[in-house]
């Protein structure tokens, strides 16, 4: 069974820019979390997707978006990018009621300049 | 306020030693707690988990201990090897919620 993929694994932007980032979870996963890994941090939670709604929310500002589609794939949307938005975004994908167990993504590092 | 604290950020342990990595937190609502792996390039795997019920997980060479009253817990690994050098995650989840609250990370070094 294919895993987590997330594509691109690396992004350079400037601030300001907008980027959005995209997460194919394993197939028959329904739930989809986004991630930010920064040092120091370690891995600090985004918002969770499940049958293309957003079902959790971390304690990120509103520049910070996603969306799921029907087939359980799942983008996040940085708009107005800052330099401390620098980071390695992971996307995580479970069956429903499974997050104990999610798998993650290899992740995207992105660097704003 | 970090509610998981890996208070050691680093750490190195000579090949076939026990690797002991700490995690405390600070919400006494947790009542399930995962350790994660994270190799360079990859994405963080599951390791082991426990539960607040339990005091001790054991998995092969991995063992999870957890102290509710301390609101620590610690992974154990012997003998260790040097594929099990890695950032080592610890990770919370309260009752209530559906998400878990992640550790900086402890990055360990198995030395041959």
């Known amino acids: 069974k294919a895993g987590v993929t997330q594509t691109p694994r690396y992004l350079i932007k400037t601030r300001g820019q907008q980027v959005t980032l995209s997460c194919s979870p394993i197939?028959?996963?329904?739930?989809v979390s986004w991630y930010q890994q920064t040092p120091g941090q370690g891995l600090q939670f985004l918002f969770e997707y499940f049958s293309e709604t957003q079902r959790n929310k971390g304690n990120f500002p509103g520049r910070f978006s996603g969306r799921q589609f029907s087939n359980s794939r799942s983008e996040m949307n940085v708009s107005t990018l800052e330099l401390g938005d620098s980071a390695l975004y992971l996307c995580a994908s479970s069956l429903e009621g499974q997050q104990e167990t999610q798998y993650f993504g290899p992740g995207t590092r992105l660097l704003v300049l | 306020d970090q509610q998981v604290k890996q208070n050691s950020p680093s750490l190195s342990v000579q090949e076939g030693r026990i690797s002991i990595l700490n995690c405390d937190y600070t919400n006494s609502m947790f009542d399930y707690f995962l350790w994660y792996k994270k190799y360079p390039a990859e994405g963080p795997t599951f390791l082991i988990s426990?539960?607040?019920?339990?005091d001790k997980n054991e998995d092969g060479r991995f063992t999870v201990f957890l102290n509710k009253s301390a609101k620590h817990l610690s992974l154990h690994i012997v003998p260790s090897q040097p594929g099990d050098s890695a950032v080592y995650f610890c990770?919370?989840?309260?009752?209530?919620?559906?998400?878990?609250?992640f550790g900086p990370g402890t990055r360990l070094s198995v030395l041959p």
């Open positions: 990770a919370a989840r309260d009752n209530y919620g559906q998400n878990f609250v």
């Open positions: 426990i539960s607040s019920i339990k």
């Open positions: 197939s028959g996963h329904r739930s």
